[in-house]
């Protein structure tokens, strides 16, 4: 492929869209993208461990979801270099374009879908016009789709450009478990970055309009606790069980008492449990999965220490051993106002652009602001760029769907953002 | 096959330990027994509907799990004819010697076995003498292989004496989930009994011991309680949840507090629960399988309507609805001192018999109470025979074998006192 | 007395300082401050119903608490007038100066004191200048004797001004339990209020800072819920019990576990318990108080449905009776802006105030937002001025105390203002 | 006082009736008693440290309470040199009769009243008859009363007789609150017993019927539980706070859930709590006493095990301390069948009763299991007595009374049984 078989940057959503995988499981798409970057015409390309340090990897699946989807990419024709170097779930890609000795711009967009069933009506757009999910049961509902192809879109607009710099765009994988964002900057590519743009289609904000740096992400951490305890007969011998599913009662009662915070909004949520297997057996295991967010990062590590103690003790109430594993985490990280003040002027030069936000309060989590952080630990800076667009329904539903519009519009605003910075 | 075919007892529990099935999966136990009924003889053979109502059974599985376990009955080799007739779980049989006018004599034998893996080892000797389960992760780790052999053998040893009436031997499927005692029961054949004996092999008692008359059964009930509630974003809108797993984790806590009550023992458990789908998202629905047990019927009325005011309040307290179902269930009833009498005398006479007890405690539950309720409603008299057998480790276990001595003094001592009561 | 035996502004504050009495029990404050709008020589003083709408009345004490401090107030030299008018009670009065047809504006000041013990040692102003309380285990721990005295000073200066409307000083009781607020303004003299101000010592800000309007209140209700069950001896028929005990248990768990809302901040608490005779008893009885607190009225009451949601699914499971009343309560309003800044116009001009702000967080919970609402309701506006004052250690605590210089600017800068508003 | 002043037994329970006084403050009851047995004319009289190791006691009260219940036995003309003897509760007595180097046989009987308010209308015999409780609150309403006069009387009556050995009768103290077995084991007295009888009325016994030897006590440890965290202000700071209330929240639930025990009956009870101060404060103590009961002591001692783990964990989970403090204790012991069998040959031939009852189950907990494990331990034997009475409602209630003809049953019985022992 070369750039004049490049798509169009909708039709290429419209491919993406159809081939949804799930967070580290982006086989496919990873090749498919290094397909693009290449007829792009970058200098480089990075993959597999070159582009995330495995072992800082959060929320990896099982090997044999892993092997199912890896499998699934070679059947759907991606390519054998890419699956060998990703294999295992080190999906995700940096590409480069490198001009000279100006400085390191970085752009990251988010590559993974989610577990949601697309609905097969015309009333849906993708149904409609031929682009729904190929796989069952796994869906774009996020609109990384959308993102995509803003990255793969502003990489080749600005290729064709003149800067004195380095374009760095970081196609992220495992967003949504908020798993991916440490491993790529364990990987080091962006330890040199002057200034990092990541992008996000609409968060409620509608088509024209642009948000040029949102703030008050939550700090967050997600958990999986396993208590194991023994089994025993719960008719002839309840006294000698050490009850994992009481151990795990508890532990929910109590975390979601844990007090609130002067100092800044919390959340703390148990969103999965599973324990036990019959009900004539006391359990011998449970196992719950559970976050914790804060407005900012001293409060979640408060919080996270109650949570350490309501688990510890719940366990030892219950004679229960407990183990403990992180399965998501990100930072808190506002946006830098000099450089959201540079995507108002570019977005301002945008005409399909209407209303452009300085600053806008994002109210969620996001593992971006794991390479927002090593930018700024760095001395450079940092925003994050909401781009409006019309969604029918809220992000991770199944009728959540992109103006794609606000594909080009994201693309414009980039490129004149990012040019700006490249050639101040 | 004839009567000549019939394989000897032991060998009999041998091939029936090697094809276990699970509890309304006995597609081909039933097939195979009806081959064996047929070969002794018998006068009447009920299958199906006719030996089931199956409106009236409990804890049934899925029908993908019915299908494929009736499918691999069919490569197992089973008769089309009873394949057919128990179809979607109608498992079992009722086979009857009838032979004139005198009493109705009832012997009832399980026949499911259980989701224990065998192990493959030497030291285990259905292992080493190669009939270990042929079906992964299914065993006959309770004796009901035992059971079916005892049951018939003692048909065939009594379709060769003489007597006045009528035997029928029901060989009940479902037992370990509690569920098929009842829908035998409904099914009518049980009706007409004068004297029922049920028979269960072990139990701590070593070969040559045999208990006339178990007594303090437990009852029994066994529930699946859903919440159903609202799902939210945890971090954006935590106030929209109406939270499954709270209700859940108040459940808990709350039937395990059930007041221990004065007038007999009382057993609580909730042994299974599984809820929500991710940290990030207040969980919608919650599933919990529990259990009351009591030694009294009424004691177990009243516990269970303090269970039914938890479940329903702590579903309230958290805005979830509840949806309650039945899985197993099991009265409490004694076995009647003048029948076991019966069975001390014809075993005081088998001489591998060394120590006869009268009555001893079962302290557990059964569902053949189910069938000795429904003859003591009619004016029958029951016993429930305990044949003691050295077994290496607790039923239920992986490592649980029967000594198969055992088997001929089960169908010697039942011999001995059904024909004691058929011509009296 | 007449106005030439006026005490200055700080012995008056001395002098109320000595005689603290709790939240409705101001029998002998009342009395007091009567001879002293008296001596400035008010054209009405409205006391007991005339003052106090006794229905609406939250959070009063049984009737032997009132009663001996009514007695203990006689003692103490308090008028028989107003004993009489008082009694029961209805404590607190509105004092009234009528200069024409002008503006009606109002000043707002609280008068109770708290059950906390005062210290002896000289390190301890009060006890160290004759002025610690006579009253063992109640003291002025939160400024309101300064309010008095900012109260009665500021009434005195306009007194010897020309103005042309009319002056309403609300002397409030009950402040502490958030109990006086709204029966003050059921009596009705604060519907013609066109401008109220109401004032606060402390808070944080030093001396010489005034905050001319304090923002972000937080709405709050406060609550007794009382479960009563049935008792049973906890040995011989624990089966019979309806355990208030473990209601309560139930409800704290679950009411701490109320989710955090999106929309504004939250706070739910319970802060004290009492359930239970003995051991070998199930408690037929349990009591708590609790509070949930919010940033929006909207969101308190969205947090206060929860809150009956889980005291009335507490009891039931327990089969317990729930009775629930409320004992505390405040809205939230914010100042307005423009009277605020007639404040800092005001506080300008006051040469010992170093520091004017026009807006700061309260963060906490106050019923003068009772007749702030109701001014705004009738078309009026309001503000909450904090005027700063070192104090050595927080409200409510033992070692607390004002900065005695902080009553006169008190009085400086609100005899400016509500002049500002009198003669526009 | 001399022998022929003592009142008859009726008379004698009458007077005792009326002054009741409460576990550890019978200072009048032991004066009283002293003059009694001097006017039977006994050996020994201990009182004070000589009858009651004062170290050993549990449940003493605050010394604010003993003070003034020893003033009012002062009012009450109890004499000075008890009063002296038992100053700061170490009441009780122990009176002997010695008479040779037979047998040692002790009689104990119990002499505290309970914290209930007589009625005073004249369904209720005592108020009818003149003879009510003087002491307001506190009554004898589980008729040890009619004890003591058995205790008494049957003194006076051996007194009368000839038999070699050695009678004690033990006026034990404290066993409302399980708290006076343990100190007057550990005086002395107690050790050389060669056969012990303990005497209760009643317990749904009615007149005329003796049970020679109660049995199935549970034996039982009552404990208070102190949790220790840290307030603060529920608005403003809930984060900082550990929440002793919900310690004890969690405490209760967990309680309460603890497993039933196979191996014997088990209760578990939290029967009075108390936390915090209001419900604007996060709460910094609470307390909970609570109690464990089981069929036999070893599995007391196992569910003391949970107890500990789950108060333990409860105080760790909130950042708590935990102090906890047994408050009544008292074993499980079994009558001697062949000290009940000399019970029944006594009760046989009093005319007056018209059932004698080998063995009967007890079903509750009593600290005389103290006195006869000691004199187990030492090589005796002993056995509870109860004497039936008719009583209009249950023990520990306000309608509470006994059939006063039992009493002369009672000393009937245990004369011709301690006679028996006496002179073999």
Same mark, same amino acid.
């Given at each position: 492929?070369? @750039?004049?078989?490049?798509?169009?940057?909708?039709?290429?959503?419209?491919?993406?869209?159809?081939?949804?995988?799930?967070?580290?499981?982006?086989?496919?798409?990873?090749?498919?993208?290094?397909?693009?970057?290449?007829?792009?015409?970058?200098?480089?390309?990075?993959?597999?461990?070159?582009?995330?340090? @495995?072992?800082?990897?959060?929320?990896?699946? !099982?090997?044999?979801?892993?092997?199912?989807?890896?499998?699934?990419?070679?059947?759907?024709?991606?390519?054998?270099?890419?699956?060998?170097?990703?294999?295992? $779930?080190?999906?995700?890609?940096?590409?480069?374009?490198?001009?000279?000795?100006?400085?390191?711009?970085?752009?990251?967009?988010?590559?993974?879908?989610?577990?949601?069933?697309?609905?097969?009506?015309?009333? *849906?757009?993708?149904? &409609?016009?031929?682009?729904?999910?190929?796989?069952?049961?796994?869906?774009?509902?996020?609109?990384?789709? &959308?993102?995509?192809?803003?990255?793969?879109?502003?990489?080749?607009?600005?290729?064709?450009?003149?800067?004195?710099?380095?374009?760095?765009?970081?196609?992220?994988? &495992?967003?949504?478990?908020?798993?991916?964002?440490?491993?790529?900057?364990?990987?080091? *590519?962006?330890?040199?970055?002057?200034?990092?743009? &990541?992008?996000?289609?609409?968060?409620?904000?509608?088509?024209?309009?642009?948000?040029?740096?949102?703030?008050?992400?939550?700090?967050?951490?997600?958990?999986?606790?396993?208590?194991?305890?023994?089994?025993?007969?719960?008719?002839?011998?309840?006294?000698?069980?050490?009850?994992?599913?009481?151990?795990?009662?508890?532990?929910?009662?109590?975390?979601?008492?844990?007090?609130? *915070?002067?100092?800044?909004?919390?959340?703390?949520?148990?969103?999965?449990?599973?324990?036990?297997?019959?009900?004539?057996?006391?359990?011998?295991?449970?196992?719950?999965?559970?976050?914790?967010?804060?407005?900012?990062?001293?409060?979640?590590?408060?919080?996270?220490?109650?949570?350490?103690?309501?688990?510890?003790?719940?366990?030892?109430?219950? $004679?229960?051993?407990?183990?403990?594993?992180?399965? $998501?985490?990100?930072?808190?990280? !506002?946006?830098?106002?000099?450089?959201?003040?540079?995507?108002?002027?570019?977005?301002?030069?945008?005409?399909?652009?209407?209303?452009?936000?300085?600053?806008?309060?994002?109210?969620? @989590?996001?593992?971006?602001?794991?390479?927002?952080?090593?930018?700024?630990?760095?001395?450079?800076?940092?925003?994050?760029?909401?781009?409006?667009?019309?969604?029918? @329904?809220? *992000?991770?539903?199944?009728?959540?769907?992109?103006?794609?519009?606000?594909?080009?519009?994201?693309?414009?605003?980039?490129?004149?953002?990012?040019?700006?910075?490249?050639?101040?």
């Amino acid at each position: 492929m070369t @750039s004049e078989d490049l798509p169009d940057a909708i039709d290429l959503r419209r491919r993406l869209h159809e081939y949804p995988e799930p967070s580290w499981c982006e086989f496919r798409t990873t090749s498919r993208l290094v397909d693009l970057v290449e007829a792009v015409g970058v200098d480089e390309c990075h993959v597999g461990e070159d582009a995330i340090d @495995s072992a800082a990897r959060l929320g990896v699946p !099982d090997e044999a979801v892993l092997d199912e989807w890896h499998e699934k990419a070679a059947e759907r024709g991606a390519r054998d270099d890419v699956l060998d170097a990703v294999e295992g $779930g080190t999906t995700g890609l940096v590409a480069v374009l490198e001009r000279g000795d100006g400085p390191v711009v970085g752009l990251r967009v988010d590559i993974d879908a989610l577990p949601v069933a697309e609905p097969t009506d015309a009333d *849906h757009e993708p149904a &409609a016009n031929g682009f729904r999910s190929a796989e069952e049961g796994v869906m774009h509902a996020c609109g990384h789709d &959308a993102h995509m192809a803003i990255g793969v879109g502003t990489l080749a607009e600005l290729a064709n450009r003149e800067f004195d710099g380095t374009l760095k765009v970081f196609f992220q994988p &495992a967003e949504e478990v908020l798993g991916g964002g440490c491993p790529m900057v364990e990987a080091g *590519h962006v330890d040199d970055v002057d200034s990092l743009f &990541a992008v996000h289609v609409g968060f409620g904000y509608p088509t024209g309009t642009v948000v040029a740096g949102a703030e008050e992400f939550l700090a967050i951490r997600q958990r999986r606790a396993t208590f194991t305890g023994e089994s025993a007969h719960a008719g002839a011998a309840p006294q000698d069980g050490r009850n994992a599913i009481r151990a795990m009662a508890t532990a929910v009662e109590n975390l979601h008492g844990i007090p609130r *915070h002067a100092d800044a909004l919390t959340r703390v949520n148990v969103g999965r449990a599973e324990a036990g297997r019959a009900s004539n057996v006391v359990a011998e295991r449970a196992v719950i999965e559970l976050e914790a967010r804060a407005g900012t990062n001293p409060v979640l590590e408060a919080i996270d220490r109650r949570v350490d103690g309501v688990l510890e003790h719940a366990a030892g109430m219950h $004679g229960c051993e407990l183990s403990v594993e992180t399965i $998501g985490r990100a930072p808190r990280v !506002d946006s830098d106002s000099a450089l959201a003040a540079v995507v108002c002027e570019a977005a301002t030069s945008v005409s399909a652009v209407e209303e452009v936000r300085r600053r806008g309060a994002f109210g969620a @989590s996001e593992d971006a602001t794991y390479l927002m952080d090593a930018v700024a630990a760095n001395g450079g800076q940092s925003t994050y760029v909401v781009v409006g667009t019309d969604h029918p @329904s809220g *992000h991770h539903t199944p009728r959540f769907d992109v103006d794609e519009t606000s594909v080009d519009i994201g693309i414009e605003v980039l490129t004149g953002a990012i040019e700006a910075e490249l050639s101040p």
